[in-house]
């Protein structure tokens, strides 16, 4: 039992550890299978909402914009700022920077 807790708890540590790793997400560029899988409390229909408000709304400022959306919530964005970016696609053209 002490063996399986042991190799549960390297498990997490090496989950967790990746997280770390992981690039930021822009949010105005993943897509809501993206948001899915890198985001904390983002699942399906939450990441096809993000997805939806940005093509109807333009790009986010800032990673706060995404309480506008709804079903997202302070908590969430908390949860999520430091893996999340708002890179304004204007601001990368102008720099003539591509992807």
């Keep these: 039992m002490k063996m399986l807790h042991a190799l549960f708890a390297g498990l997490?540590?090496?989950?967790?550890?990746?997280?770390?790793?992981?690039?930021?997400?822009?949010?105005?560029?993943?897509?809501?299978e993206t948001l899915t899988t890198q985001l904390i409390g983002i699942g399906p229909s939450k990441a096809a909402a993000i997805v939806a408000y940005r093509d109807a709304n333009g790009p986010f400022r800032s990673v706060d914009d995404l309480v506008f959306v709804k079903g997202i919530g302070q908590a969430t964005v908390e949860k999520n700022r430091d893996h999340l970016i708002a890179v304004d696609p204007k601001e990368i053209q102008e720099a003539g920077v591509s992807d």
């Design 12 to 32: 997490v540590l090496l989950l967790v550890g990746g997280m770390a790793y992981a690039e930021p997400v822009d949010i105005n560029k993943a897509d809501a």
